[in-house]
């Protein structure tokens, strides 16, 4: 009996200011999983298998890349996993297979990041994807990441990802991350909330002036790139194509 083919798809990161996705984030999922991973829609579409989930979304990257994909494309990548020397040499292998030519295309969504990553660890990390990508954002479950900790411009962005909680708690998490966006200035990051699931919660973005969104609420699970389409608020979410 052969194994299912894995299930690769992209989910659109839109700019709230100009009405414009401006990248597509990666997913692959085995065909033996119970439901399709996705680094865009909570902790329940988190990969089981981190280190085999990224690999499967470097080897879609480069079928993406052959396929004439012209948006950004965000490569996940597990914090806990490339901040070990031993793995990191295993992603950088596997990274290295990425044409040097497209690295202006290519972004590294760093999940998992802790409350307070470690100077050393998050240098090693930035150190080694900034040669295979051009931008790296960083993705907390805590709006109290403490990004006065980090230097300036220390990476392009932070994103929030929202918690599996009741509609109101998940808003108060958002506003905690968007009050603190004048230090994220300050240290010239942009900000992001993701898993984004509502109207309302999309909109509560917009009134905080949060300026990349991504999400269930958002765009869909796409078998296309939606990167680089412009779309006007009203017509979200993209439904899956």
Not at 13 to 35: E, K, N
Request: charged residues 20%.
């Amino acid at each position: 009996m052969h194994a299912m083919p894995a299930l690769e798809g992209l989910q659109g990161i839109y700019f709230t200011p100009r009405g414009l996705f401006v990248g597509d984030v990666i997913s692959s999922t085995p065909g033996s999983a119970s439901a399709p991973f996705s680094l865009v829609e909570g902790v329940e579409q988190m990969p089981t298998d981190p280190a085999a989930f990224d690999a499967d979304c470097i080897i879609a990257a480069m079928r993406f890349l052959l396929e004439g994909v012209k948006a950004k494309l965000y490569l996940p990548i597990s914090y806990s996993n490339v901040v070990r020397a031993s793995q990191r040499q295993d992603y950088e292998r596997l990274l290295s297979v990425l044409p040097d030519t497209h690295r202006n295309q290519l972004a590294a969504a760093v999940y998992d990041v802790p409350r307070d990553p470690a100077y050393t660890g998050l240098s090693q990390v930035k150190d080694m994807l900034a040669r295979y990508v051009s931008n790296i954002d960083l993705r907390t479950n805590d709006p109290g990441f403490e990004v006065e900790k980090l230097a300036d411009q220390a990476v392009n962005s932070v994103t929030l990802v929202l918690p599996e909680a009741e509609p109101q708690a998940r808003l108060a998490t958002l506003r905690r991350f968007a009050d603190r966006q004048g230090l994220y200035k300050r240290k010239q990051i942009w900000t992001g909330v993701t898993n984004v699931r509502s109207r309302t919660e999309l909109q509560a973005c917009i009134a905080a002036r949060v300026p990349f969104v991504s999400g269930p609420g958002v765009c869909r699970m796409q078998s296309l790139a939606v990167g680089g389409r412009m779309q006007p608020l009203e017509e979200l979410p993209v439904l899956a194509a």
